[in-house]
Antibody
Framework: EVQLLESGGDLVQPGGSLRLSCAAS????????MSWVRQGPGKGLEWVSI????????YYADSVKGRFSISRDNSKNTLYLQMNSLRAEDTAVYYC?????????????WGKGTTVTVSS | DIQMTQSPSTLSASVGDRVTVTCRAS??????LAWFQQKPGKAPKLLIY???SLESGVPSRFSGSGSGTEFTLTINSLQPDDFATYYC?????????FGGGTKVELK
């Protein structure tokens, strides 16, 4: 069964840091681009970042550029999101998602999400 | 950046109704558009990609159409399981963006 399992969400103070992880199973992780998408409380979906299957290319939303860093360890089938200089507006459920294919960036498999709360 | 605008934001409908949701892009995105369904507390589910291609396992009552800047998601004969929020997403270029969502609720 294709599965994505996020972890690492927590309560953190403004200005703090957090690293999210996403463990993949049931598919060839090394063959697919991977994304992070977030959803603030009561809000819509917001794409955060994407990384190519080999890790060479990364893209970010303007709202997180310079503060967040996406990476992957293909030997561990794991995706990461390093979040620094966190702000209250980063409070959200963070989903990791797999691209359906590597030519086009839309997501066909999603994890259940992990919750990040930024508050003092 | 490409902005995606969905309408309406809320739609009231009954079981059996035909429902249409519209998504407009701020510039042409060809047919690089996906539709997702999301239920409360759950992850989004892919319904449609490339504007009109139905994802495997998705009921045929769902269909998508459009190209350029205007797109529609249609649900024929709305079922109880279809009450949810629907989002469009373009993948023409980075940054990717989602529409604001359309909540389909029971009339």
């Amino acid at each position: 069964e294709v599965q994505l399992l996020e972890s690492g969400g927590d309560l953190v103070q403004p200005g703090g840091s957090l690293r999210l992880s996403c463990a993949a199973s049931g598919f060839s992780f090394t063959r697919y681009d991977m994304s992070w998408v977030r959803q603030g409380p009561g809000k819509g979906l917001e794409w955060v970042s994407i990384i190519s299957f080999g890790g060479e290319s990364t893209y970010y939303a303007d709202s997180v550029k310079g503060r967040f860093s996406i990476s992957r360890d293909n030997s561990k089938n794991t995706l990461y999101l390093q979040m620094n200089s966190l702000r209250a507006e980063d409070t959200a459920v963070y989903y990791c998602a797999k691209s359906k294919d590597n030519l086009y960036a839309f997501m066909d498999v999603w994890g259940k999400g992990t919750t990040v709360t930024v508050s003092s | 950046d490409i902005q995606m605008t969905q309408s309406p934001s809320t739609l009231s409908a009954s079981v059996g109704d035909r429902v249409t949701v519209t998504c407009r892009a701020s510039q042409s995105i060809s047919h690089w558009l996906a539709w997702f369904q999301q239920k409360p507390g759950k992850a989004p589910k892919l319904l449609i990609y490339k504007a009109s291609s139905l994802e495997s396992g998705v009921p045929s009552r769902f269909s998508g159409s459009g190209s350029g800047t205007e797109f529609t998601l249609t649900i024929n004969s709305l079922q109880p399981d279809d009450f949810a929020t629907y989002y469009c997403q373009h993948y023409n270029s980075y940054p990717l963006t989602f529409g604001g969502g359309t909540k389909v609720e029971l009339k």
